[in-house]
């Protein structure tokens, strides 16, 4: 079975912490996508990646970075975590060339930032 | 991508047909129908897709008129786990480099016993 796998199902950080969310797929697929969703605000991209090395902004980009060093691993990093990033993150994973039903969304990772 | 247009949430009533309407009047020639579900807590899960013609699966079936302007999505004995976030979106088939999906807000299904 395909999985794309987040690291954290919950996770708690303090105000200015650097937070490192890990992503992780085993589909060898190219395009890599962090969202956040937020109750009334719904699913928000926040960056992309669609190549090692390569990545995109999304629509909500500010006070994060994110990091593509291996094909299958796409992180998203909070330089200093502030209390309006907690959020539910979703780490998804798509192939060029391959159909739009082809993407695959992790199970999330609950941040509490305090 | 084109816009869709959902109702913010329904209701259906457990073992009842639960058919959610989608709007996507500006949808192009190449663009496909796609919907997934959200159930609380957990990442978007890809449900079916569609064209022009009628699609079936063992999640759904997918209608769409024919001016593709509007679809529904049924689910035929609607079950207390089909509560959930239900998303219409509309894509090329293809997948591209650089390419991304968003969603909109999407229909808010419970299912009541």
């Known amino acids: 079975d395909v999985k794309v796998t987040q690291s954290s199902r919950y996770l708690v950080k303090r105000t200015g912490e650097k937070v490192f969310l890990e992503c992780v797929q085993d589909?060898?697929?190219?395009?890599m996508f962090w969202y956040r969703q937020d109750p009334g605000l719904g699913l928000r991209l926040i960056y992309f990646s669609y190549d090692v090395k390569m990545k995109e902004k999304g629509d909500i980009p500010e006070g994060y970075s994110v990091s593509r060093e291996k094909k299958e691993r796409f992180s998203l990093i909070l330089e200093s975590a502030s209390t309006n990033q907690t959020s539910m993150y979703l780490c998804?994973?798509?192939?060029?060339?391959?159909?739009?039903?082809?993407?695959?969304f992790g199970s999330g990772t609950r941040l509490t930032v305090v | 991508d084109a816009k869709t247009t959902q109702p913010p949430s329904m209701d259906c009533a457990e073992g009842r047909a639960a058919n959610l309407p989608c709007n996507h009047s500006t949808i192009s020639g190449n663009e496909y129908v796609y919907w997934y579900r959200q159930i609380h807590s957990q990442g978007p899960q890809y449900i079916i897709h569609?064209?022009?013609n009628n699609e079936t699966n063992e999640m759904a079936s997918l209608i769409i008129t024919e001016d593709r302007k509007s679809s529904t999505l049924i689910l035929p004995h609607a079950t207390l786990r089909d509560t959930a976030v239900y998303y219409c979106i509309v894509r090329p088939l293809l997948e591209t480099s650089g390419s991304r999906l968003t969603f909109g807000e999407g229909t808010q299904l419970t299912v009541n016993p």
């Open positions: 589909m060898d697929h190219e395009n």
């Open positions: 998804a994973s798509s192939s060029p060339g391959g159909f739009n039903y082809g993407y695959t």
């Open positions: 569609g064209l022009k």
